[in-house]
């Protein structure tokens, strides 16, 4: 039988651009290794008609940010009629707006830190709670724009209401919490296992420690009690379920064992296209889990589909 044609969909015009092109080469090169015939579609504003001339039976959706993570791609191909891998229209939306998502999965159980959305020219002078707290853009993802508020700080960093700040005007600033980073991928309707993320020489898990070789050191299973591990596993497929995700998805959390060693655990966001750079967490997640990187993406065009 005659393998799928598949169209990675990658770059487009997010800020995670350089991080999307990654995680589509990455994928195409495994795809065309399990024997996919592979487009490799770098996505412009004209990509409508470019999928109508290449005419794929599946689009990998390997975009990051905005456009490729928020619905927009998604509607598009619901419209072309091309399976697409991922989550659908309205779970991207949603997952994308970070406040939103975070008011859905408390809903269901799932314990989030205090927040509020405000326009970052409303932050001023004055502290918008008390610190420490951070600052981060409400749909932006791989960390860009996140300001770290330190309780020793007289006031906010200047920086989010000047013309540098280029992460749009509506921010969500959120109760900081201690402790240690931890993330669950979910596939279909599995959460599999929980790694805990290190970040070396950063002072947290930002940009270059996700995306630079050496930036962070990843412990997989994650060194927490069963209880904890657990824990994570059901919060990550709540979170999953209760946003409508499909496909592949990752929850981030934060673990605050200081004074405890079941201590506070709270959800930050769920990714719903996670990285498939050389340095993401999922595939090293899935290879744990007894799944290869090319059997990873195999099962991912299997499951594409549309209404998603």
Not at 99 to 104: P, W
Request: proline fraction near 5%; glycine fraction near 10%.
């Amino acid at each position: 039988m005659a393998r799928k044609h598949v169209a990675v969909l990658m770059g487009g015009f997010s800020s995670e651009r350089p991080v999307s092109l990654s995680s589509g080469n990455a994928c195409a090169d495994a795809l065309e290794a399990q024997g996919y015939q592979v487009s490799r579609i770098d996505v412009g504003r004209d990509v409508s008609s470019v999928l109508a001339e290449v005419r794929p039976d599946v689009a990998f959706n390997a975009l990051h940010g905005p456009f490729g993570e928020d619905g927009t791609i998604q509607g598009i191909l619901e419209y072309l009629e091309i399976p697409y891998t991922h989550s659908g229209v309205l779970a991207s939306a949603l997952a994308m707006d970070k406040q939103l998502a975070k008011e859905v999965v408390k809903a269901v159980g799932v314990p989030v830190a205090e927040s509020m959305v405000m326009s970052r020219f409303d932050i001023g002078s004055e502290h918008p709670m008390a610190a420490p707290y951070v600052v981060k853009p409400v749909n932006e993802g791989s960390s860009f724009g996140v300001v770290i508020v330190k309780e020793d700080q007289s006031n906010p960093p200047q920086v989010i209401g000047s013309s540098e700040w280029k992460y749009g005007d509506t921010v969500m600033v959120e109760r900081y919490v201690y402790g240690r980073e931890l993330t669950c991928a979910v596939m279909g309707d599995q959460a599999l296992g929980v790694t805990e993320i290190v970040p070396l020489g950063h002072a947290f898990y930002d940009y270059d420690s996700k995306y630079v070789a050496g930036g962070s050191k990843h412990e997989c299973p994650a060194k927490v009690s069963p209880f904890i591990y657990q824990k994570i596993q059901t919060l990550a497929l709540k979170a999953h379920q209760a946003i409508g995700c499909r496909g592949v998805s990752r929850s981030d959390f934060r673990f605050d064992d200081r004074h405890s060693e079941n201590g506070e655990l709270i959800w930050l966001e769920v990714n719903t296209q996670p990285g498939m750079t050389p340095t993401s967490l999922v595939p090293e997640i899935a290879a744990a889990a007894g799944y290869s990187f090319g059997e990873l993406l195999s099962w991912m065009v299997e499951d594409a589909s549309c209404l998603r």
